[in-house]
């Protein structure tokens, strides 16, 4: 899908230029979207049903868009705001997504992101699957 809203969307309807390797933009996608499968593992060993899982992902997924620097600049944000965004993945996420897309950064560029998003990502994943093994085990 994100191949195709590359295609349609971007170069299709807003006719953006791509300068980046999209090779690295899919991998760092790969690795976002572990990022947020470990964090969906973590919130479905937290909760007790559906119901409550459904409320848990609004309840951290807002905030994340809200701190991902998406709506808001970082830079127009409070100081302790911007310490916050260290732990939205999206915020990594898009700031990889636009260094390589827009701008034709490589992974020399944007190693800090990947880091970013490769730390949260095994902290969430780590975290759901010990809780995992811990109740069935």
Request: charged fraction near 10%.
């Amino acid at each position: 899908m994100m191949g195709l809203s590359l295609s349609l969307v971007l170069e299709g309807i807003f006719d953006v230029p791509l300068k980046g390797s999209l090779l690295l933009f899919f991998a760092v996608t790969a690795l976002y979207v572990f990022t947020t499968a470990g964090l969906g593992l973590l919130i479905a060993t937290v909760t007790r049903n559906m119901a409550q899982a459904g409320m848990m992902i609004v309840l951290i997924l807002a905030p994340m868009m809200f701190l991902s620097g998406a709506w808001t600049p970082p830079e127009a944000m409070p100081a302790w705001m911007n310490t916050l965004m260290m732990i939205s993945p999206l915020h990594y996420f898009i700031d990889a997504g636009y260094g390589i897309l827009l701008k034709g950064a490589g992974i020399e560029l944007i190693w800090e992101s990947l880091l970013g998003i490769f730390v949260l990502g095994s902290v969430y994943f780590g975290l759901g699957l010990w809780r995992f093994r811990r109740q069935f085990g």
